[in-house]
């Protein structure tokens, strides 16, 4: 029987961002399951306010009894909140370009309140304005335009109220950080980060830290791995 692999998205994106790595992953092998998280895609809908452990029960609710998580960015927080929370559910545990949330109070504030007004603007403002400025982060500065073309074709697909109410609920400011608990982890564990994402690289090698049975893989690409290197995250996963 196929090994079931649970994908998850990073923000502003939706299921159809591994589309290319689920290409990859041999189809006798793995059964790819790529979910639209709450406030995207087709969870557009998803009730308010939006929140880490209401995605965690989403994720579980559409996985099987026991599977892989992959989880990019965004998805890549979840899906470590959800390994800590339901470790019996997680065969093995992969995250891409992700973080364990900001240990700093005053930092986390910030985030927080700065999230909080580009919900503001996705609301008020058009939603192509949105696209280019979340695109011109110095984090996709030297991504290939191929790439930065599949990422905004993949945005489109959501609505910036939705988009706007996930900010609120689930950014990065409104994480409790985990650094603390990463030992808990006992179940394989995969960090994925480009060569390019330096910032991400140093965030990884933290993470690999403390989990006894954690491996730090570099790859070819930047932040936005699923999208810039389908192949090799699907090579990784295997």
């Not at 809908?45 to 939006?50: A, L, M």
């Not at 609710?61 to 339901?86: D, K, V």
């Not at 480009?194 to 070819?220: T, W």
Request: charged share 25%.
């Amino acid at each position: 029987m196929p090994e079931s692999v649970v994908l998850l998205h990073g923000f502003g994106g939706t299921r159809r961002a591994w589309d290319g790595v689920r290409a990859h992953l041999h189809p006798e092998r793995y059964r790819p399951v790529a979910l639209d998280l709450p406030g995207h895609g087709e969870q557009a809908g998803w009730e308010r306010p939006i929140t880490f452990a209401g995605c965690i029960e989403h994720v579980l609710a559409q996985a099987p009894e026991r599977f892989t998580l992959c989880g990019y960015s965004m998805g890549g927080r979840i899906a470590l909140l959800l390994a800590l929370a339901a470790p019996e559910r997680v065969r093995e545990l992969v995250l891409v370009s992700t973080t364990a949330g900001i240990e700093d109070g005053g930092e986390r504030a910030e985030r927080r309140a700065a999230d909080r007004r580009l919900a503001d603007e996705l609301e008020a403002g058009p939603f192509e304005d949105f696209i280019e400025r979340w695109r011109a982060q110095p984090l996709f500065a030297d991504e290939p335009a191929e790439v930065g073309a599949l990422a905004r074709e993949d945005q489109r697909r959501n609505r910036p109220d939705a988009l706007a109410a996930a900010l609120r609920g689930i950014g990065t400011g409104e994480m409790e950080p985990q650094w603390a608990r990463l030992g808990e982890l006992e179940m394989p564990v995969a960090v994925l980060v480009g060569e390019r994402d330096a910032k991400f690289r140093a965030l990884g090698e933290r993470i690999v830290g403390p989990p006894a049975n954690a491996r730090l893989l570099v790859g070819r690409g930047g932040h936005n791995l699923p999208l810039e290197s389908p192949a090799w995250v699907a090579q990784q996963i295997s």
